[in-house]
Structure formats: structure tokens, C-alpha cells
């Protein structure tokens, strides 16, 4: 009788011992498995924020040298023998950032990315005077424009963002439509008296984001 008592008591120990090598167990690889995703959320995080600065760098590059052929509006137009070389340089940046949303990017904002990319490559094509034509520019930028938002919704979404859409920036800003504000005023240029219009924008390419 005591031998079978002290039997279950070991059957007992064993038991309570196994359960509790169960429970750390289940609960190291809830942790590791939180510590593996906000891991990889930090390098997702990282990889959208730099690919959005390499092809915004690159679309804003576009827009100078094509304002020095006499397309749109920037305020620091670039010449083409100075901003070609600079372009080329930005797209190979482009690429390289790429890379990483390839790898860690969700499919919706791999297709958001893909999108914006061939949209600037469409303002590529007027700085490399490829094209010329002044209404085609005006909505090739809007496209640009549009494409550059919705990457950064998918990419917002894809990163848990829950606190709503990014508000709309308007560009230029009030100040600037006022008769005394006189645009391209830089030294030995010539005043640009072109009638001031007002785009909406999330994350505008020359004005400050």
C-alpha cells in the first residue's frame, strides 16, 4: 500500500512536472514568435521608409531638369547636363531600395510601389526630353502624385497605421497666391508671373513633407 502510494505520488510529480515544462514552452514561443514580428515590422518599417525617400528624391530630380526645359513649376530648375547625371545616379538608388520591399513587402504594396515608380519614370522621360508636351507633363505628375499615396496607404496599412488617412496637403499655400508674393524671384532670374494654381497633395514632391 505505501509502495503504491508513493507510486502515485511520483505519477503525480512527473505529471505537474510536464505540465509546467508545457506551459514555458507554449509561452517561449508565443514570445519569440512577437519578438520575430515586431522584428520584422522594424525592417518593413525601414524599407518603405527608404524607398519612399529614394524615389521621392528621384521624382523631385525629374522635376527640376524638366522646369529647366520649361515644365512646371519648381522653383530650382536644373539643367540637364548637371541633373541627368543626378537622375541616373537616384534610379540606381531606387533600385538598390527596392530590393528589401521586394523581400519584405506585402503583395498590395509591392504593386503600389511598382506603380509609383513607372509614373516617375514617366517624368523621367520629360527631363530626358523623350517627351515634351506641357498637358501631358501636368498629368503625368498628377498620376505621380496619386500613385506616390497610395503606396504610402498600403504601406500604412500593411505596418498596423490605424489612425486614419493622411490629411491632404495643399500646395502652394495660401501666402504664396498673394499678389506680393513673387515666384522664381532667385538672383538673375526672371520673375515667373504664370497664374498661381492650387494642387492637393498627401506628401507633394517639391513642397516640404
Known sequence: MAVSQQLIGLFGVLVGSFATYLATSAGERVRWRRSQQV???????????????????????????AAARGLGRSADPLAPNDGLPELAIAEEERVARWQAVLLLGSPATVAAGREWHFAVYHLVCFARGQLTDPERWEAAKRQADINRDLYYECARYD??????RLPPLYWPPAWMLKPQFTRGTAPGSVPDTRPAERSTMSLGQDPPT
Open 159 to 164: 505596418l498596423g497605421v490605424t489612425s486614419g
Open 39 to 65: 522584428r520584422w515590422d522594424e525592417n518593413r518599417m525601414r524599407a518603405y521608409a527608404e524607398y519612399g525617400s529614394a524615389v521621392k528624391r528621384w521624382a523631385h530630380l525629374a522635376d527640376r531638369v
